[in-house]
Nanobody, 123 residues
Framework: QVQLVESGGGLVQPGGSLRLTCAASGNIFSINTMAWYRQAPGKQRELVAV???????NYANSVKGRFTASRDNAKNTVYLQMNSLKPEDTAVYYC?????????????????WGQGTQVTVSS
């Protein structure tokens, strides 16, 4: 019943900006980890940004200084502000969350993925 709903993707020119949003909803007792991944055609899915248990945000080297992830715990929502976009940023961006659901043991976490949102950077 848990769903991750992503939005904000689109087509932008190099140097442009986009903000992605991921909202988690459903049978959620708590969320331990949320993250952004991306996958370009023919390439392996890669981690873009992740919120660790210590509330520290880690970024892939390729996006450091350009992307900023933020989290609203009260809304179970994460954002990804993408600035100075490059053609190599073109990919499908996925939201990821590890969720403890109502009725499940506290040691059990369920992985959930969003449907993905397309980001295309092209002139």
């Amino acid at each position: 019943q848990v769903q991750l709903v992503e939005s904000g993707g689109g087509l932008v020119q190099p140097g442009g900006s986009l903000r992605l949003t991921c909202a988690a909803s459903g049978n959620i007792f708590s969320i331990n980890t949320m993250a952004w991944y991306r996958q370009a055609p023919g390439k392996q899915r890669e981690l873009v940004a992740v919120f660790t248990s210590g509330e520290r945000t880690n970024y892939a080297n390729s996006v450091k200084g350009r992307f900023t992830a933020s989290r609203d715990n009260a809304k179970n929502t994460v954002y990804l502000q993408m600035n100075s976009l490059k053609p190599e940023d073109t990919a499908v961006y996925y939201c990821y969350a590890e969720v403890l659901e109502y009725g499940r043991p506290r040691e059990s976490l369920i992985e959930h993925w969003g449907q993905g949102t397309q980001v295309t950077v092209s002139s």
